[in-house]
């Protein structure tokens, strides 16, 4: 894997939540080349977007992203190994519908990172913080109707299965879910440290630029 493959962030001073193995930050209109390592990597987007995305399409989803954040305080937040800096994919909310106490959830992990239990370890970090901190009532979230692994994945978190939604994206019908607190499976490797943050509400972080 070369360096370009494998970026790094420079320090981890700037998570504002972290598990055991991964930090989360906010994403910055410096972060291009992570963004395009992630959403540029075909298996990635396979479910997402047919054909893939191509860098200006990257770019506006990376800008979509910051705006998410500065007007909702939430976004896929960029998600990186504690232990070394590596950016390893992203995971948070979005608006969704109507509802702003009902967001979608969603998470991306790079494809070189898979099968590590990175996605259910990042999506419990995040539920908890939705629910403690941002303080979402419920989650929705919806995968492409091919898309095991995220099935699989929205599953053992305890999301339950409500109705099939249509997704532009895609033209397809993506079955659809919802998880409130009570249905929650923590994680029992979740961080103490950050469950004890979690449950003190405090400001979401500040946009970066
Ligand atoms: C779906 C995705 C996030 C899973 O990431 P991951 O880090 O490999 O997942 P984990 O290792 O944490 O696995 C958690 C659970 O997800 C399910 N899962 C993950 N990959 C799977 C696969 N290839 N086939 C079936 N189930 C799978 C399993 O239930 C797994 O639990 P298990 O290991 O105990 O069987 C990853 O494949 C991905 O980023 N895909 C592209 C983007 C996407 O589709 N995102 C989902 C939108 S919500």
Redesign the pocket.
């Known amino acids: 894997m070369t360096a370009e493959h494998s970026p790094t962030v420079r320090g981890m001073t700037d998570f504002f939540l972290q598990s055991a193995r991964i930090g989360f930050r906010l994403w910055r209109t410096s972060d291009l080349p992570l963004a395009c390592a992630l959403w540029g990597d075909p ?6 977007a047919a054909g893939g995305l191509s860098e200006r399409q990257i770019q506006a989803r990376l800008e979509r992203e910051i705006e998410t954040q500065r007007c909702h305080g939430i976004q896929y937040w960029p998600i990186f190994l504690a232990a070394t800096g590596e950016h390893i ?1 992203c995971c948070g909310l979005r608006p969704h519908g109507d509802d702003p106490g009902a967001p979608e ?7 070189r ?11 419990s970090c995040a539920i908890d913080h939705a629910f403690g901190v941002v303080g979402a009532k419920a989650l929705f ?4 109707p091919a ?10 978190l305890g999301f339950v299965y409500t109705h099939d939604e249509f997704y532009e994206p895609t033209g397809l019908r993506h079955p659809s879910y919802i998880l409130v607190p009570s249905q929650v499976r923590p994680d029992p490797a979740l961080n103490q440290t950050n469950r004890a943050a979690a449950a003190t509400p405090r400001a979401p972080p500040r946009p970066v630029r």
């Open positions: 298996a990635v987007t396979r479910f997402i994919g959830f969603g998470v991306h992990i790079a494809s990172h898979w099968r590590r239990g990175y996605a259910f370890e990042a999506a979230a919806g995968h492409n898309n095991v692994a995220s099935r699989g994945l929205l599953t053992q």
